[in-house]
């Protein structure tokens, strides 16, 4: 950490906000009032899926030890019954990467210092799993008001580029242009386009090593509005090649870390987002529930927006 | 199948409702005014998990090839930049059954006579997976209206016994203690207080092998109600040991593939059910979407509901 | 089964001359007088290894649901004391098919009529695993006499090509110009020249989807020779597309569940042939013990030839 | 590193001695004489599985995220043709840690000061696997001459309790006594008996946990009498706990880091150990081939004995 970057994970950081046994950071802003806020965006009825496909296809291509799913069928038609002419059955497992698509990241997924978020010690993470932070500790959640911010959109392009910045005046000129305002417990569901590389132009490898994203001046921006949780159409949400060279991934440890704000990566944002273009309405009911894997670091997802 | 399921078969067949092509089933049956009703139905805005845990001390042990999940940390402690006092990650995969804890089965993971739900040829079922209704094919879904019938507090039971057999009856006097109704599109919620034997007397061998649940006869009930889906607290949601010797896994034959109607297994509904009685408001948002895992059997899941 | 095809099998049967609980088959003939036969091939005390690597580029391209081997690192560097300086180590997990690549079929793989070999229930096999003829039933073998029969030399060619038919006369053609007999006990090595497809040609979709390999007639000569095991360098030791499309994979069933012979499949002998043209000496030790799973229907193996 | 051990790693480090690209250590020690030595040792033609099962039931209990093979049938009974009465199959997937029982650690496995043996860079070993030094380096090996000493049978118990010492000259006792010595080029295989307490007395915890084994002053002598691999009946080879409480693991880091010389763990020595007992024949044929697993840092194991 440069001297910048340790002042400004003191500035934002949320450790003892909400207790010095906390695990679940800014999940924590979802209160029941920002639940019913939510569920009054469900105007029309209109349900879209945010999330991936699981399987052969994916995003992955072997980089950091992330495969695609392996889909393994344990049976195609094993019998249920002493008939032949009975039921069958099929059966099946998967042996996946628990961050291989779309997910969320735990509060215990990245870290410094040997500490965790909340102070927790960075030895609770053994090969048992994650005993502090884990994705199993955000059970009730995360379900709360979405916010889409269209960045692409603001820039007029179909898809943003690789390193290209967002900075807070870009999420500000997007609300401003759409009409919106991410407020203390909403989901900020940040498009940027890019998700494109990979679901129409199908390349996997450009669309996971580099990508457009936030640059460190909105860890700040993201801290003061206070939002549960923010998601994005690439596999970092923060930009990369990052801005500074000496400083790698300095959203994934400040968010994390500090501010305990758990980040969600290949979100598809196409569908949602052109229907909040076409109706000019940028909010919707979010529910995205990880999987309680018992301390798992990730979780696999399928994101609804509900409009 | 005797000549009387043959018969029922027929009689409760949604084959070619939505069309000769729909994978979907009973599914097609959550419209967009039906969503619109289940958010109405966020009043508090509290929010209740109903999934079990994914973890070594799940359900599971071993019948049927079936495990509990098994998480592998592959890093603990990985630097993510060249400098050892920098930023490190913990990443994981998991190897589970799809079907290893809190579930939905899709609608090709039981058939019989060669054909899925809606005709599909059971030779769509191979070592790829299900080419036809698949979990992959409920994206979209599932979130509605839940509706819960709590039959064990009907009974004044704790916990109803293994071969407890559920009827209409049953259904209809729950619907009429609590003041609730199941209508079209909305997803049942069956609580027969059998969780208890695993999540509180921690026996799996039992809570697995023997449960009570619903009768056949409940099978055109929920064919009437057009209920979209069915989730109980037990691993099968219907009744165990058998009503008929003779007639194996009754519900599962005609639900998935005559109906088109999927089932929710292994929902832990116990702090919903406490708090509805409080409250006396048998309804909530509930939302499930189903991991969208290419050509998948069934799902993992974390429920929620909402109320 | 063809009228003929049955008449083979009751031909060719070992069922019962090992007594009614064996499970070892042909693996019997290797006698401890075989065992010393073979340590006296021995002579240069020159190693080749036949198996090929199991990793990301081996041979599967997903057909029949196998797949090539999934390596994760669990560890590449975690510490194994409190001293940072001090030791470290790597560790790892693999998920694979067991016989994604190199390896022994065992007398549980293939079956007819609801009987393995040696009248074994086909209901022995379960989820479990299988309870009867399973790979752990040859924890000690298996070791002998390796002799190699070149058919491409013998043909001329660098690789046979695909459904290319090997037959009785073919085998002892090859035993004549190379001066070797395949006797009691002996595992028998059919190179083909066809495993250059893959390491070669990288062309694993030739390679497995089709190939040279035995006909239907070499089953009464292999059970007349009383070789404890063939293997090949195809995929499947017979030929495909088979002689007759009205029998599909006659030595599968015959050699594995009538004689009780098992196969050895995608053995590299490229270099030991080379080798044993040079010399002119056609037999040799012969290593290659199956890993001891539990119920294992096959095993990745790495055979060792040593001359 | 206590200087005391830094200066036992310069004296027996066998860096260079193959060249400055050796990944294979002491396994050189196995030349074409040595392999004839070892042919030469098949007597009556007797073979003993060293191998202990690949399943459910194995020593692993969690701990270091090891765990026993999860074997997943993926077919007990699917159709090879299109005859319902004709030919089927069974097909089985494995996950394991690639040490989970017996096995062979590789050259990759332990290290320190950012150097594995033979000065290759730590940072080969990435999240796909270990480029330097890994197992799939040893595919022609490892086949030579066992030496077993067995010093459980030399102080007069039944097992070896846990912590217990073994010094060199316990080893020269054993030598002296059994009439045997362990020489270049021989696999030494060490019995404790302390594999009872696993296969006999069924305690896989007290069996992991803690152990005797060799201690440090085993490390010149076995560099002095160039073995090309050491085995032992425990999980570790080395006692546990260690002779010095401030230098754990000194074994794995100095032969295998400093001195190139692979270990075996987990061998089951049991009836070889009886049998050379009874005929005074300490000497075998030993075949332990690798699995080419590419990358891995290990390799399990069903090592074969001949006499």
Redesign the interface.
Known sequence: ?TPGLAELARKVSNWGRWGADDERGTINFI??????R???C????????L???????GPQF?Q????N??????????Q??PD????????????????CATQWDSL??????GQLYNGHS?AT??????ARNGI?KM???I?SRGVLLDIARLRGVEAMGPGEVIGPADLEAAERAQGVRAERGDVLLLRTGYMRVFTVYRDRVVYMKQMPGLGVACVEWLHAREVAAVASDTSMVEVWPPEDPAQ??PL??LCIRDVGLTLGEMFDLEALAADCAADGVWEC?F????????????S?????A?K
Do not use: K
């Open positions: 950490m209160t029941p009032e920002v639940v019913q939510a569920a009054r469900v105007r029309r009825g209109d349900v879209f899926s999330g991936l496909e699981f399987g052969p296809d072997g950091a030890g992330r495969v799913p392996l889909h393994i069928m344990t049976s195609t038609s094993n249920m019954t032949p002419a009975g039921l069958r059955y099929a059966d099946d497992v998967v042996v996946m990467p628990l961050q215990a997924h990245v870290f410094y210092g960075a993470l053994t090969s048992s799993g994650a199993d059970a009730n959640g379900i790698l991934f994934h440890g009911l529910t995205a529930p990880p999987l309680r894997v018992t301390g798992g670091v990730g696999p997802l399928n994101p609804l509900v």
